[in-house]
């Protein structure tokens, strides 16, 4: 029978290999990783990982990082959305609406 207990899912037996959360968690991380290398910024992120909280969530895990890194990242982004707004502005296409995130 389905119901008993040799056939329930408990905390005991699950793993994260289980999961599709657990994959698209990792190459997440790999992507960002990837990004990071081609930035030259591998050595500033040591603590980048994948991670499964206790409800089977993936986690990206950044980390902590010095106030260096920070600045150097945050100018990284901007550099980046300039660059996507120039390439809409030329091609005529309107930018997407900003996000803040919160929805």
């Given at each position: ?6 056939h ?6 699950w ?8 994959y ?14 081609a930035?030259?910024?591998e ?21 902590r ?7 150097r990242l945050?100018?990284?982004l901007r ?11 030329e ?10 995130g919160r929805?």
């Amino acid at each position: 029978m389905g119901n008993d207990a040799t056939h329930r899912h408990d905390a005991a037996t699950w793993s994260p290999l289980d999961s599709d959360d657990w994959y698209t968690t990792r190459n997440a991380t790999t992507a960002l990783r990837d990004a990071l290398l081609a930035a030259g910024l591998e050595k500033d992120f040591p603590y980048l990982r994948a991670e499964m909280n206790a409800f089977g969530q993936g986690l990206v895990e950044l980390g902590r990082v010095s106030p260096a890194t920070a600045e150097r990242l945050a100018e990284l982004l901007r550099l980046a959305l300039a660059a996507g707004l120039r390439r809409l502005e030329e091609s005529g296409a309107e930018p997407p609406e900003h996000r803040s995130g919160r929805d």
